[in-house]
Structures are given as structure tokens and as C-alpha cells.
């Protein structure tokens, strides 16, 4: 079993910071990749950000610029400024990788952390 547990969400009002953290737990021998999706009420999870094992990272394009995500070891961050009412869901945490000892690779998510942008 590989556990994600997020930690981080609240009410920020519109131009503020939020910094979301997981950290993944279990039977982990490596992670390839760490990232963040969300969604919103009524729409699709999407990808906000992601960095791999080498540390190449990927943000969606509505982030770029405000979002920061780093990693380390087996666990991720997401750092989030000038948050704007739009960037209102809940966030999960996903990783993917392999299991130590059987060697079968993992995907794995969090339960979710709201994160409510409003004035």
C-alpha cells in the first residue's frame, strides 16, 4: 500500500499564497512522479502541475508563473501566489512509481484538500 496524505488548503482571499504539501508513505522503493490535479464543482480534474524524479517540472498554462511545485524525496509542494477565485477546488496529490519488494509499479492519489479563494 502507498498512502498520500495532503496537508495545506483553507480560504485565501483573491492575491493571496497557499503552500499545499503531500507526502507519500508505504511500501515505496522509487517515485518517478509527483503532481497536483484539481477540480472544481461540476468540472473535470485537471493537471495544475507535476515534477519528475530528475526534477523536470510541468504546469498547466492557467498557473504558469503564480504556481511553484518542488519536490522532496517523497514528498511534493505546491506553492500558490496571486491566487485568483477561479483557482477555488480541491486539490489531490498523485504519484506514481514503484512498489518496493514485489517491484509492481504504483498510481496513487490523495483525499483532497480544498482550497476556496474568496473575498
Known amino acids: 500500500q502507498v498512502q498520500l496524505v495532503e496537508y495545506g488548503g483553507g480560504l485565501v482571499q483573491p492575491g493571496g499564497s497557499l503552500r499545499l504539501s503531500c507526502a507519500a508513505s508505504?511500501?515505496?522503493?522509487?517515485?518517478?512522479?509527483m503532481g497536483w490535479f484539481r477540480q472544481a464543482p461540476g468540472k473535470q480534474r485537471e493537471l495544475v502541475a507535476a515534477?519528475?524524479?530528475?526534477?523536470s517540472t510541468n504546469y498547466a498554462d492557467s498557473v504558469k508563473g503564480r504556481f511553484t511545485i518542488s519536490r522532496a524525496k517523497n514528498t511534493v509542494y505546491l506553492q500558490m501566489n496571486s491566487l485568483r477565485p477561479e483557482d477555488t477546488a480541491v486539490y489531490y496529490c498523485?504519484?506514481?512509481?514503484?512498489?518496493?519488494?514485489?517491484?509492481?509499479?504504483?498510481?496513487?492519489w490523495g483525499a483532497g484538500t480544498q482550497v476556496t479563494v474568496s473575498s
Open positions: 498523485n504519484a506514481d512509481g514503484t512498489r518496493q519488494y514485489s517491484f509492481n509499479p504504483f498510481n496513487s
Open positions: 515534477i519528475t524524479s530528475g526534477g
Open positions: 508505504g511500501s515505496i522503493l522509487s517515485i518517478n512522479q
